[in-house]
């Protein structure tokens, strides 16, 4: 008898456990959806933030600064691919775009300093080409290892 009425006092153990619930631990912290961002066709590559904005940076080196509300602020596209993370410092947005071309003198890497206010590059540098790299800033420097062994400090 028992075991033809155990799956429904388990049914109605579970109703009344999820009826009444749990009591919260004090401290504990309820999650709420602030705002979202659709990234029209383009998938996310890569995603940085600072105090103030939220940058992305996806395919065709096109990257996008959020305000923390969620409020697009500017958008700007460098052409080929982002081929590193996003580095927002005081001097500036920092990231390597990488370029591919059927003439091996117009293809390779260039690091370059986006204005984190306007999207305007504000300087740029040649890399050497690699399929990846790594920025950081290291005392008051800007590291730059390539993925072909390669270590700049700039």
């Not at 009425?5 to 009826?19: E, F, G, H, K, R």
Request: glycine share 10%; charged share 15%; with cysteine.
């Amino acid at each position: 008898m028992l075991r033809k009425a155990l799956p429904q006092i388990l049914v109605i153990a579970m109703l009344c456990l999820t009826a009444l619930g749990q009591t919260k631990p004090a401290g504990e912290v309820d999650i709420a959806k602030c705002w979202a961002y659709p990234l029209a066709d383009n998938t996310a590559s890569t995603l940085a933030a600072d105090g103030a904005n939220v940058y992305i940076g996806s395919s065709g080196a096109k990257v996008e600064a959020l305000s923390l509300d969620g409020k697009k602020l500017w958008a700007t596209e460098f052409g080929g691919d982002i081929n590193s993370n996003l580095l927002p410092t005081d001097a500036g947005l920092f990231l390597v775009t990488a370029t591919v071309s059927d003439d091996a003198a117009k293809s390779g890497s260039v690091l370059r300093v986006v204005s984190k206010e306007t999207g305007i590059t504000s300087w740029t540098a040649k890399l050497p080409t690699a399929e990846r790299h790594f920025l950081e800033i290291y005392q008051g420097s800007t590291i730059v290892v390539s993925g072909n062994g390669v270590v700049q400090s700039l």
